[in-house]
């Protein structure tokens, strides 16, 4: 059971354009919605994150909008630049669970130049 | 500032064979620890995690274990490796759900 699904699986974007990447969750008890950024051969780096209390945060070019109704998150990159491309995860973990994040399988994002 | 090492950066082993791979944190006084393994181009399942020296929990079964032997230092292993066992290692430390992940370890088993 999948319980974070990401879409799409590659995005192709070209620079200055903003990248729209999707997510969405079944289990109603996530609450916490981090989304970490993995370029090829290193390990997952934190990007940014959001509560289900908030709709939206955002952090320079990075930003999650929430529906916490509709179970749907996703992450806005705006002004897309070719540093960019890398694999994204979106992962959700119910409250204060220490580490019980659930992971999605990720969407490949190019930005062409 | 915490620094998280793992070690090797690669493996390259033969099924059958052991394999004993380490994550060190430092900085950091009692972190929860987690071992983590993603398949080429896959998402990253949690294998372990421990959040004392001595006490490592089980995620999923696939033939492995670790250890935590020291407070900064957490190990993961196997006595025989499997085709399956392929894939990308990481150790992860984390204050309630923000993980760090380390640089990994790249394994191969042929």
């Known amino acids: 059971q999948q319980q974070v699904r990401q879409s799409p699986q590659s995005l192709t974007v070209w620079e200055g354009e903003t990248a729209i990447l999707n997510c969405s969750y079944e289990?109603?008890?996530?609450?916490?919605f981090p989304w970490y950024q993995q370029f090829p051969g290193e390990g997952p780096a934190l990007l940014i994150s959001?509560?289900?209390?908030?709709n939206k945060k955002e952090d320079g070019r990075f930003t999650i909008f929430f529906n916490k109704r509709e179970k749907k998150l996703s992450l806005h990159i705006a002004d897309s630049q070719p540093g960019d491309s890398a694999t994204y995860f979106c992962?959700?973990?119910?409250?204060?669970?220490?580490?019980?994040?659930?992971f999605g399988h990720g969407t490949i994002l190019r930005v062409h130049p | 500032a915490q620094t998280i090492h793992q070690w090797p950066v690669a493996e390259i082993k033969a099924v059958g064979s052991p394999l004993s791979l380490g994550c060190t944190i430092k900085?950091?006084?009692?972190?929860?620890l987690y071992w983590y393994w993603q398949a080429t181009g896959g998402t990253l399942q949690q294998l372990f995690y421990?959040?004392?020296?001595?006490?490592v929990e089980s995620v999923v079964q696939l033939n492995l274990s670790a250890s935590r032997p020291k407070d900064d230092q957490f190990i993961l292993s196997t006595e025989k490796l499997l085709l399956s066992h392929s894939g990308f290692y990481l150790c992860?430390?984390?204050?309630?759900?923000?993980?760090?992940f380390g640089a990994g370890t790249r394994l191969s088993v042929l």
């Open positions: 959001i509560l289900s209390v908030s």
């Open positions: 289990n109603s008890a996530f609450d916490y």
């Open positions: 421990s959040i004392t020296v001595g006490q």
């Open positions: 900085g950091k006084s009692s972190p929860n």
């Open positions: 992860a430390w984390g204050p309630q759900n923000t993980l760090y």
């Open positions: 992962a959700a973990s119910p409250g204060a669970n220490t580490g019980k994040l659930t």
